[in-house]
């Protein structure tokens, strides 16, 4: 995971924080989540926490004794950390791929572990649209060799989607793509 970002940034866990929460910026994290997540000491990830608040890259707010952060929008390298963020996930090639070849797409979102920032090495992407199987599989197999992550796929029909979206409201979720695209 770190093999992007290791040669600029010497803090394995800076690298984690930045990947956590720029990969999806509507995510929080708090210290002890953070600690737990990552398996490293309270001071280490203390300190970079309060390295990346202070360079204006974090912001940060209090949930009763919490102290939550989140990625900060107004900075002016937060849509590239974002890119950076999906790129060390392997997220960008997978959209890229994944919209150009299956046929119709109306959506492509990420649900649970990487929706939540966290690189579990198990990707959980739906799929809503008019979906090849028999392409999405070759392509599935083909990507996953090249992120070095597995990745499992629900195909919906827009139909099943609407039938599940009170579901998915109770789970992590990241829009990747939204849109039509006709596979002339």
């Known amino acids: 995971m770190n093999s992007l970002l290791s040669g600029l940034v010497s803090s394995k866990a800076r690298i984690r924080l930045l990947v956590r929460l720029f990969s999806n910026p509507d995510t929080t994290g708090y210290l002890r989540g953070l600690t737990e997540e990552f398996g490293l000491s309270s001071n280490a990830v203390r300190e970079e926490l309060n390295r990346l608040s202070k360079a204006k890259l974090l912001t940060k707010s209090r949930n009763g004794r919490e102290v939550h952060y989140r990625a900060n929008p107004q900075h002016p390298l937060f849509g590239e950390l974002i890119s950076i963020a999906q790129k060390v996930l392997g997220i960008d090639r ?91």
């Open 94 to 184: 997978i959209v890229e791929n994944i919209v150009r070849r299956v046929g119709r797409l109306d959506m492509a979102m990420l649900v649970d572990d990487y929706a939540r920032g966290q690189d579990s090495g198990i990707i959980d992407l739906i799929l809503v649209g008019q979906i090849d199987q028999t392409n999405l599989l070759d392509l599935v197999a083909k990507t996953e060799r090249y992120i070095k992550r597995k990745i499992r796929t629900l195909v919906l029909t827009p139909d099943e989607y609407q039938d599940l979206q009170e579901g998915l409201k109770e789970r992590p979720t990241l829009v990747l793509w939204t849109g039509q695209t006709d596979k002339n």
